[in-house]
């Protein structure tokens, strides 16, 4: 026998330690770190060649949607015409937070599909979307009044998900 | 009924293909030959049976029979016939079961065609298979039953993803399996080879066919999910670096490094224990993709539903199948002494070369795919790995592999000579250096890139036609004698010429698609004139008008755009804005004209009041040629598979190994 024939086993075993640890935490069953806590601090510069970034100010007095997408990300385009029919509704205002994108192609991919966002901060570094815990694009957050997250929702949003999850708890936000 | 039918032969298909590795093992110990007759019978029993089931599902789709909970959730009566049908495989249930169902095609096809191999090896290939088949049968019954019956009737159902609903998707994921199960043939044979402590020349002649089947399946596949992107998604990407468009690429990386290495073990009888682990990857990449798409561990456009409960049961199967292969691996790969030397200009030299890169290729995309998923396991940070990384890193890999690809196919086995190849590839260099001085020259953008991707593709199908000319040594003998050494040239080097020359093709095609576009975008009206006019590298591009449109299961606008140049009319095409009322959701459809050049791509979005409709033009240069390419690649597989000389090789020598009497009666 040679040890080094060994070695592709050992790296499927680190392998498959690994993919059971993912499992265990399946993305969409982890419940956020920020339920009921105040949004992180952000203070986010505009887009390039647009006038106003986003910061916690933007977030407050109203029940909204803060939604991570990147230019680079294919299931945001999925989501996108989504999120364009929740602006049209004007049921609740989605904040985007473009994450780590090339400099311009937010604006550009905005553009060419439509905004469906108030307003849109430009995270290019990522920190924003490591402050959220944000564990892959595109991921949405509901929050109340006061600013603080209520809801963490990972992944496109559906129509089901609209019908069934954010649309009654942001019409619970807004009545109470 | 239908679907109790379908229920009860799974289960049949289930109890034959867990007794056959029992039943088959039992056999081999006692060495009666009447068990290799058991293992191609079970082999075709599994085929019936689970054809059977996929009948069944078949069915109660044609007759949307909503009792039956995958097509109440993936169907719906106004669905077109076609899309009903396609819908089997359009959701995670019906799929797994197309999985199997290819799967035990296979080894129905083994059955059939592997009479003459030597049967305890053969033996041993069918109880590996039917170890793998049960374990996909056992993931189907117990965590994903597409028989499930509902408790009560839904008026209707809830139809397909509007975004699959297209033709490229009826037939993408079948080449996809196709080409990723065709890879468990292979394993099986290398983990039977493992058992037996045997790998030679001829263990490698009987794995080639199945090998090239499965790189063929898998690249058309992969050809087919990029043009279905480049059509659907609506801007022209036929690639993204999504994590489940590297499951597809990864396995292969992994199969093409694969075909290359085994006919190195035919020719020379070495880097056995190199081909029988890439043979062992292959597939378990394949599985580790098909563990992708389906636990939720990343999402994608591409994901079905998640549940962890079936991530559970797939990282079980996993474990068993390679964790299995990979332990007796370790444990027997040094029984797998190779007889032939290595020089160090030779052809074989020259595939190890290919074969390492292609193998570091590979486990780059795995890192890239992977790593941010152990980085989210292991902190709370994450991190994103996209297209920027492929092109820094993967690209100049591959590249580097293509320079190489022209001498390397022309060095003679045992012992090459630099020279005299680098002198008959000189023609390629100087045609390859007038192209990336013409494409800066004409600058199409002014791109290094580009330029150097157009010599690059020029290099290599350059270089096949000289490779060719000097087999047939054209211009050295009489014409009529190069005529002759063409014709009897053997049809597996004819597949090595035609895969290239597809490579070629896909490089180019990539270097007009990705460095070579141009876009243009404006509001306008309907019309005539030139409000209603765009213009893009001398076309114009006129929005006569929009009409309303009503289809069976959606509804939406089609906008009619007229291709012109120069003041004449060249093409009429139309884009589509649409809407599935079912799911509620909107998609779109991309108006797309080919010239001879590339394509003109056009997409329309929904109307703003006083400006207009926002159209979006690109232009796509050779893009046509990709597909072609992809196609052509595939193609070169398939006649290597055709070759008759190498499978009139396949028929045994007296005493071969263990048994002395071949089951087989042809």
């Not at chain 2, 035990?104 to 090896?121: D, F, G, H, I």
Request: glycine share 10%; proline share 5%; with cysteine.
């Amino acid at each position: 026998m040679r040890w080094y024939s060994f070695l592709p086993l050992i790296g499927f075993v680190v392998m498959a330690i690994y993919f059971g640890l993912g499992l265990r935490q399946d993305p969409s069953s982890i419940p956020s770190q920020l339920i009921d806590e105040p949004f992180p601090i952000i203070n986010l510069p505009a887009l390039e060649g647009r006038e106003f970034g986003l910061s916690n100010e933007d977030l407050q007095g109203h029940v909204s949607l803060v939604n991570v997408f990147g230019t680079w990300c294919a299931p945001c385009v999925v989501e996108h015409p989504m999120l364009m029919l929740i602006k049209r509704t004007e049921i609740v205002p989605i904040y985007g937070i473009d994450w780590r994108d090339q400099p311009g192609a937010g604006t550009e991919w905005l553009a060419r599909r439509g905004d469906p966002y108030r307003l849109v901060g430009n995270d290019a570094d990522g920190h924003a979307a490591i402050d959220l815990g944000v564990t892959g694009a595109p991921e949405t957050f509901l929050l109340d009044r006061e600013g603080r997250v209520r809801y963490h929702h990972i992944g496109i949003i559906t129509q089901e998900n609209w019908n069934e999850t954010l649309l009654p708890m942001i019409r619970e936000l807004q009545n109470s | 009924m239908i679907a109790e039918i379908g229920q009860f032969v799974l289960i049949l298909a289930f109890c034959v293909a867990i007794s056959q590795p029992i039943l088959l093992a039992a056999g081999l110990r006692a060495r009666d030959p009447v068990f290799h007759s058991v293992a191609r019978a079970g082999a075709l029993a599994q085929f019936a049976l689970i054809a059977a089931a996929f009948v069944c599902l078949t069915w109660l789709f044609a007759v949307s029979d909503f009792s039956v909970l995958v097509v109440a959730e993936n169907s719906h009566t106004s669905k077109p016939f076609l899309y009903k049908l396609t819908g089997v495989w359009g959701n995670h249930e019906g799929s797994m079961l197309l999985w199997v169902l290819i799967l035990t095609s296979y080894t129905a096809a083994l059955a059939l065609t592997a009479k003459q191999v030597a049967p305890r090896l053969i033996t041993l290939t069918f109880a590996v298979q039917s170890a793998v088949t049960s374990a996909f049968i056992g993931f189907l019954l117990f965590t994903s039953n597409p028989f499930e019956r509902l408790d009560f009737l839904p008026e209707n159902g809830r139809d397909l993803n509007p975004l699959l609903q297209d033709p490229g998707l009826a037939s993408h994921p079948p080449m996809l399996y196709a080409g990723y199960v065709g890879f468990s043939i292979t394993f099986a044979f290398a983990v039977a080879a493992l058992i037996e402590g045997r790998a030679d020349a001829r263990w490698a002649r009987i794995v080639r066919p199945w090998a090239l089947a499965a790189w063929s399946f898998l690249t058309f596949g992969i050809m087919l999910g990029a043009s279905w992107a480049y059509y659907e998604l609506g801007w022209g990407g036929w690639w993204a670096w999504d994590p489940v468009e590297n499951a597809s690429l990864l396995p292969w990386l992994a199969g093409t490094a694969f075909i290359h290495s085994l006919r190195v073990m035919e020719k020379r009888d070495t880097l056995k224990s190199w081909t029988i682990l890439l043979a062992i990857l292959a597939f378990s990449l394949s599985l580790a993709g098909t563990f992708l798409v389906r636990s939720g561990v990343l999402t994608s456009v591409h994901s079905f539903a998640v549940d962890p409960q079936r991530g559970v049961f797939i990282l079980a199967i996993l474990i068993a199948v390679i964790g299995g292969a990979l332990t007796l691996y370790g444990l027997r790969a040094h029984t797998l002494k190779p007889t032939g030397v290595f020089s160090t200009i030779s052809r074989e030299s020259a595939l190890l070369l290919n074969n390492l890169v292609l193998a570091s290729a590979c486990a780059l995309v795995f890192f890239g795919t992977f790593y941010p998923l152990f980085i989210t396991t292991v902190s709370d940070q994450t991190i994103s790995i996209g297209a920027p990384f492929y092109n820094r890193t993967f690209n100049p890999m591959l590249a580097a592999l293509l320079v190489l690809l022209p001498i390397g196919s022309m060095l003679a086995w045992k012992r090459g000579k630099l020279g005299p190849i680098l002198r008959k590839l000189l023609p390629a260099l100087l045609i390859a250096l007038i192209a990336v001085a013409l494409a800066l020259w004409l600058s199409f953008t002014g791109s290094l890139a580009g330029a150097m991707g157009a010599g690059l593709a020029l290099w290599i199908g350059v270089g096949v036609v000289l490779d060719i000319t000097s087999r047939i040594k054209l211009a050295q003998i009489p014409f009529a004698a190069s005529m002759a050494r063409l014709r009897n040239l053997p049809l597996g080097i004819w597949g090595m010429f035609v895969s290239h020359l597809g490579v070629a093709m896909i490089v180019f095609a990539i270097t007009g698609v990705s460095a070579w576009n141009q876009e243009e975008r404006a509001f306008l009206q309907t019309g005539r004139d030139a409000s209603s006019t765009l213009q893009i590298a001398g076309y114009d591009i006129t929005l006569v008008e929009v009409r309303d449109l009503r289809r069976e299961n959606y509804i939406g606008d089609e906008g009619v755009l007229e291709l012109s140049r120069n003041g004449r009319v060249l093409e009429t095409m139309t884009a589509e804005r649409r809407f599935y009322p079912v799911r509620q959701m909107p998609t779109t459809e991309s108006a797309i004209a080919t010239r001879w050049w590339g394509d003109v791509y056009a997409t329309i979005g929904p109307e703003v009041p006083g400006r207009g409709w926002p159209v979006h033009i690109y232009l796509y240069p050779f893009a046509l040629l990709l597909w072609i390419g992809g196609g052509v690649a595939s193609l070169g597989g398939v006649l290597s598979i055709a070759d008759r000389g190498r499978r009139s090789l396949g028929t045994p020598r007296s005493g071969v190994s263990g048994l002395s009497k071949p089951a087989g009666k042809g």
